[in-house]
């Protein structure tokens, strides 16, 4: 069985992006108030315990909402487009699995947003009391939908590549210093993302949409 690159122009991204959208609401925010049992703590590790409380740093954490969107509409390579779509829906829904028969918390009752943390302090609240409950710590989706977009233009752009991976370091630790993740939500993050890339950019064949849809086409077959 191949996967069919749907994406070849810009609406078709467009629907992609839709879609994607709101399955992530969809699934994320279920998972992250409805739970099968009872969420819980983890130890800290050492990092965890060295890093500091920084609520300025939430600015960075808002940045992954559009970092997959921009990484999305830069890739020029439809076929990697669509890769690109497939892996992303896989780690939603790995991740979607986890958050159900594994729920993980987070204690940010040790780390209260006071009156000198200022606007960051307001937007950091703002996330912990209407976007996102402690709960949907394991592994960190907001650090995987990051690194697949930054190792999605590894075979197409290493210029971008580059400062994606940048970009999306500072995002996961950012989920550190805002206290929302454990260092080990980050690791199994990136190793779910690695896998996860490696699987549907090298080993899942693909074929051409023309070719499944019949046209008259049939010579652009299979990729």
């Not at 070849?8 to 709101?22: C, D, E, P, Q, S």
């Not at 990092?47 to 409380?53: A, E, G, K, L, Y």
């Not at 580059?162 to 210093?177: K, P």
């Not at 993740?181 to 690695?194: L, S, W």
Request: hydrophobic content about 50%; glycine content about 4%.
């Amino acid at each position: 069985m191949k996967l069919l690159c749907f994406i070849k122009n810009l609406k078709t991204k467009i629907f992609a992006i839709v879609v994607g959208t709101v399955a992530t609401l969809l699934f994320y925010q279920t998972t992250n108030r409805v739970h099968l049992y009872e969420p819980q703590l983890l130890s800290f590790l050492w990092i965890d315990r060295v890093t500091p409380f920084l609520p300025s740093t939430v600015w960075i954490y808002f940045s992954e909402y559009v970092i997959f969107l921009f990484a999305f509409l830069q890739l020029k390579d439809n076929r990697r487009a669509s890769q690109y779509f497939y892996s992303y829906m896989a780690i939603l829904i790995f991740s979607s699995v986890f958050f159900v028969i594994y729920p993980v918390t987070f204690p940010r009752d040790n780390y209260p947003v006071l009156s000198e943390h200022g606007f960051s302090g307001v937007a950091l609240n703002f996330l912990r009391q209407h976007l996102d409950t402690p709960a949907n710590c394991f592994p960190s989706l907001h650090v995987s939908t990051c690194y697949i977009s930054a190792f999605c233009f590894w075979g197409e752009c290493k210029k971008k590549f580059s400062l994606y991976f940048l970009w999306s370091t500072l995002v996961a630790i950012s989920t550190m210093t805002t206290k929302q993740h454990y260092f080990v939500d980050i690791a199994a993050a990136i190793f779910i993302t690695f896998v996860l890339y490696w699987i549907f950019f090298y080993k899942v064949s693909y074929r051409n949409f023309y070719a499944s849809n019949g046209s008259g086409n049939s010579g652009a077959a299979i990729l």
